[in-house]
């Protein structure tokens, strides 16, 4: 350890001290510096040396990083936590009800049979889930499937007893996780934007998390809501516009055999030797 004034009474390091202490590579520390995620350290001669507050706020660093949080993120609450702007722990109070689950619904694992009990041994159907990514084959001692979603799976068999196939409903959850997502993003920022100005009362970190777990039951109920309102007003103007209209289909008639249905099945009948029609 490095000495300073001739005494050893503080921690005093090197950069390669430091780095050492931190289990870092010198490298990480300089990049660190040069992102000014460190205070600059004191000069003695040419060598830079630093103290015990440069190796907490690395290990500090390293927390919040395991955290998920980014750099740049990192850099920005330090220089708001150096000007009295921000506490630490209500930082990080934010962050951790950003980061929380807005669904209680977690992966789960099933075996060949349970999978097979699950879509009702239809043929076919398994295969499907794969390759549309609803489900997953682990390879193992004996095959099993991971289920993301569990959710998912079960909203995609029930369309498929009701007659939206899995390729027609999986497109259909992409269509809305695109746009959902662009939502998703707009909304965040139409929020943070607004904190302290309509959105989380003084907009301090206590507010904000405050404001965010309210939004999560109320803003499932809400893209319910609004999906609701916008599905309805699009069918019926489809409806008034004349564009749903039905595929050509067979009919079955009294004695349960199909026939050409529609106006094909009246010119055919009107065509046949001895009908009202054809004298």
């Known amino acids: 350890m490095a000495e300073r004034n001739g005494t050893t009474d503080d921690p005093v390091f090197t950069v390669d001290e430091l780095a050492a202490a931190a289990a870092l590579p010198v490298r990480t520390v300089r990049h660190y510096q040069s992102e000014k995620l460190l205070p600059a350290p004191e ?73 097979a009990e699950r879509v009702e041994h239809r043929a076919g159907t398994v295969a499907a889930l794969t390759e549309a990514g609803v489900i997953r084959r682990q390879q193992g001692l004996s095959d099993t499937y991971l289920v993301p979603s569990p959710a998912a799976l079960d909203i995609t068999l029930e369309l498929d007893r009701a007659g939206v196939d899995i390729d027609t409903a999986t497109e259909a959850a992409g269509i809305m996780r695109k746009h959902l997502k662009r939502a998703s993003e707009e909304l965040l920022e139409h929020f943070m934007a607004r904190a302290g100005a309509g959105f989380a009362r003084r907009g301090t970190a206590g507010d904000i998390a405050e404001a965010l777990k309210a939004l999560r039951p109320l803003g499932a109920r809400a893209v319910q809501l609004v999906f609701t309102q916008e599905i309805e007003r699009s069918l019926r103007e489809a409806a008034e516009q004349g564009r749903i209209t039905p595929s050509p289909s067979l009919e079955n008639d009294a004695d349960g055999q199909d026939r050409p249905g529609g106006d094909d099945a009246a010119d055919a009948s009107a065509a046949q030797p001895g009908s009202s029609a054809a004298r």
């Open 43 to 115: 000069r003695q001669g040419r060598i830079a040396l630093y103290q015990a507050e440069h190796l907490e706020r690395l290990q500090l660093i390293a927390r919040l990083q395991d955290r998920g949080l980014k750099l740049s993120a990192i850099r920005d609450a330090f220089k708001r936590i150096e000007k009295g702007e921000l506490w630490l722990d209500d930082w990080l109070g934010v962050g951790d009800e950003l980061r929380a689950p807005w669904s209680e619904e977690r992966p789960i694992v099933l075996s060949e049979s349970e999978l």
